[in-house]
């Protein structure tokens, strides 16, 4: 076989050698001014091919060899790495990566959509209730800065409506982990919100547009649909996960600073939402409630919501929105056709 | 090109100045050949969840070192994987365990921060220093990296945790602070690096960029004023409201944009131009307007392709940036390794580099 030029790097100094090499047998033969060395094969370390750009070959007692990349030696060696050599196959095809950029698309997305919930939810299942309390009481310190008071709603009001709401409560497993409290938040509006470990907030706003008492309770058990499901802490894991990932990712830490306010922000996807409209659905029916005042009380929520605020009904889903109410006005006829 | 004037012969005709040659420092790297190679190795990083992202990083680095030659000699990445895994396994943890308190206990969390986090940092990036040089060579000689811990807590705590106190007046005392951190203490073989203590152009470029935000600052103003004064009882159409909003954000950015393009130009030039080693030193003229014409079509480049664009992006920033940078020395580019002997003040490196690993994010 031909020599193959190639320089020679010793190691202890930058100069460059020109040499030549060529396999003989199990060696490397090695032609420089000092005539022809020759070195066994497996004790020579050669680094994976990439781009076709210049391979070195590192030699027993650190010199190196540069070969122009113009031919893959690797296979020369039995040191090569199968795996990078493969990687550089994949590398210089361009059907295989546009079909990769689909593949990370396709991949994110299922992780994404989920993977990411599957062990969120897996993880609230296993999480200690001492954990979840704390980041309750967390939740519950940063709304007092945020500014929310005691309720104004008088007690016999909110006694009619603890009264209602708890037969729903009694009926699950460990009920003394749920609570109910009654605040006011003028900067935040008509609002209800289940908080990780069971708390529930509703606030007077919420109270005061709802004129029936069917309809708050309609709302709570929506609520401790959430609740009872785990969503604010599967949301919080959630978003959690995706903060770290995105932090080690990316390398900033901002996205960390957030975690302890999710729950109020209560972005629940779809699919949760109508996992609380089942639950409350059904509640609602056991207790002897028509269905009917939660498509009130989410009716009475979009018009008040759409006079208010044109933004937040910008903003809001409201196809899924009405699919809701008129989800729940079926339900209600249903349940009347049965009787 | 190649065979500069040796000062050590020339003796007896002592403070001649020396004759300063030019080695050719060049980048070849092509946006395609990346964009293939960068999708593919995110790709497999995806589908291993993220576990071959270390092996990722080791070729995309080894690309770029590759692709960049000086005096026809390529750079090499040297490092292997694993490390760099165990490195990104690590910060994930704390990560993990910050977001972990900042749920359940922030109190804990601030603490955390402040007397784990913090202390930790300047170790951070004198470990990355040293695993980068250690694991970068040149003609077969690595370069090595000595900053100690306590001039990282100096650089990159205490002189930032003084900004904050004082305005951030003192920023430019911490970019110079943080080049001669980076290069006085950086050797390629037994040659060690020096950064000019008297090199101009970090305090010109924050005044200037300070001009340049309140000149934004009055022009926006004005502009509103006048705006609003000349529309005024006018009931624009509601079309357009929309693209109004996204112009107005757009003219409150760019301004921060503009100023951070201007800053990074002008450290380039103060910060590589002040950087001299033996025999020869770099040059660097990257001029303002280029840069930012750069930067602002990659902006747009990466926005409308929705981030694929991004190989392309990273190899022409790299090229434009190698195209204005040069390597002057008045001999030629011999240089030998360090001796064992010289490794002796090292020790600590050499011991820990068993267990070395690279914890930076990027």
Redesign the interface.
């Known amino acids: 076989m031909d020599w193959l030029s190639a ?1 020679y ?8 050698v020109a040499v030549g090499i060529r396999p003989a047998g199990d060696l490397l033969e090695l032609k420089g001014p000092d005539g022809v060395k020759q070195i066994a094969r497996d004790d020579i370390t050669v680094e994976p091919p ?2 076709g ?2 391979q ?1 070959l590192r030699l027993p007692g ?3 060899i ?1 070969v122009d990349g113009s031919v893959d030696i690797s296979p020369w060696f039995s040191t090569h790495s199968r ?2 050599r493969f ?1 550089n196959w ?5 059907p ?2 546009i079909a ?2 689909a ?2 698309v396709v ?2 997305w299922a ?1 994404y959509t989920f993977a990411l919930p599957a062990a969120a939810t897996l993880a609230a299942d296993a999480m200690p209730m001492s ?1 979840k309390r ?2 309750s009481e ?1 939740s519950v310190k940063m709304l007092r800065q945020l500014g929310f008071f005691s309720s104004r709603i008088d007690e016999a009001r909110q006694e009619a409506i603890r009264e209602r709401f708890a037969p729903m409560v009694a009926k699950l497993d460990n009920p003394e982990q749920y609570s109910l409290e009654f605040r006011r938040a003028p900067v935040i509006g008509p609002n209800a919100f289940a908080l990780p470990g069971g708390r529930m907030v509703v606030l007077d706003a919420l109270v005061e547009l709802t004129q029936e008492d069917d309809e708050i309770v309609a709302i709570l058990a929506h609520e401790l649909g959430h609740a009872y499901h785990q969503h604010p802490m599967r949301m ?1 894991l959630q978003s ?1 996960a995706l ?2 990932i995105t ?5 900033d ?1 901002s996205g ?2 957030s ?2 306010l999710i729950g109020l922000q209560a972005n629940y996807s779809r699919e949760f939402e109508s996992e609380a409209d089942d639950f409350a659905i059904a509640a609602l029916r056991e207790a002897g409630i028509s269905p009917q005042a939660l498509a009130n009380a989410f009716t009475r929520l979009r018009d008040e919501l759409n006079i208010k605020d044109e933004e937040t009904s910008f903003l809001s889903s409201h196809p899924a929105l009405e699919e809701r109410i008129l989800k729940a006005a079926k339900a209600a006829k249903a349940g009347a056709a049965e009787k | 090109m190649t065979d500069g004037v040796a000062l050590e012969n020339d003796a007896d005709t002592e403070a001649a100045p020396a004759q300063l040659s030019e080695y050719p420092l060049e980048f070849s790297g092509t946006g395609g ?1 990346f ?3 960068w ?6 990083s ?2 291993t ?1 993220g576990i071959y992202s270390a ?1 990722a990083t080791v ?1 995309t680095r ?2 770029f070192y ?2 960049t030659t000086l005096d026809g ?2 750079f ?1 990445f040297t490092a292997r994987a694993i490390p760099i895994l165990i490195g ?1 396994i690590i ?2 943890a704390i ?2 365990f ?3 308190l ?5 109190g804990y969390a601030i603490g955390f921060l402040i007397f784990v986090i913090l202390p930790l940092t300047p170790w951070m990036i004198m470990k990355s220093q040293k695993f980068r040089a250690r694991y970068s060579s ?4 690595p370069f090595r990296f000595t900053g100690t811990y306590g001039d990282a807590l100096v650089t990159y705590v205490l002189i930032p945790v003084g900004m904050v106190f004082t305005l951030y007046i003192i920023l430019p005392l911490f970019w110079k602070e943080s080049a001669k951190y980076q290069f006085n203490n950086l050797y390629y ?1 037994k040659q060690q690096f020096a950064f000019d203590k008297d090199r101009k152009g970090f305090w010109s470029t924050f005044w200037y960029a300070v001009l340049i935000f309140f000149g934004f600052v009055l022009l926006i103003t004005g502009l509103t004023v006048l705006l609003s004064s000349v529309f005024k009882g006018t009931q624009l159409p509601e079309t357009l409201a929309g693209p109004g909003v996204v112009i107005f954000v757009l003219l409150i950015y760019l301004p921060f944009f503009l100023i951070a393009f201007f800053v990074q130009s002008r450290l380039f030039n103060a910060v590589l131009g002040g950087v001299s080693f033996g025999p020869g030193q770099f040059a660097a003229n990257m001029p303002t307007w280029g840069w930012m014409w750069l930067q602002i079509t990659n902006i747009l480049m990466l926005v409308f392709t929705l981030g ?1 664009a991004y190989p392309w992006v990273k190899v022409r920033t790299l090229r434009y940036k190698i195209r204005h940078l040069s390597v002057l020395a008045n001999a030629a ?5 360090a001796g064992d002997e010289d490794d002796v003040g090292a020790m600590g490196a050499e011991l820990a580099s068993d267990f070395d690993f690279d914890i ?3």
């Not at chain 1, 994949?90 to 361009?94: H, K, N, P, T, V």
């Not at chain 2, 999708?39 to 497999?44: C, E, F, G, H, T």
């Not at chain 2, 900042?102 to 922030?106: A, D, E, L, R």
């Not at chain 2, 580019?333 to 390794?337: D, G, I, R, T």
């Open positions: 320089t790097y010793s190691g202890g100094s930058s100069a460059p990439l781009a750009m210049p070195h650190g010199a190196q540069e795996l990078e990687v994949l590398e210089r095809r361009w295989i990566a990769s950029l593949i990370t991949t994110v992780l954990w704390s980041v967390q919080a959690s903060g770290i932090t080690v990712a990316v390398g830490a960390l600073a975690v302890p | 050949e964009f293939r190679i999708i593919v190795n995110i790709a497999l995806v589908i969840l092996w070729r080894r690309y590759g692709k000699t390529p090499q990104r910060a994930f990560f993990g910050y977001s972990y900042s749920t359940f206990n922030p040149w003609r077969n000689i073989g694929i580019l011999l240089f030998e390794a930076s994010l990027f």
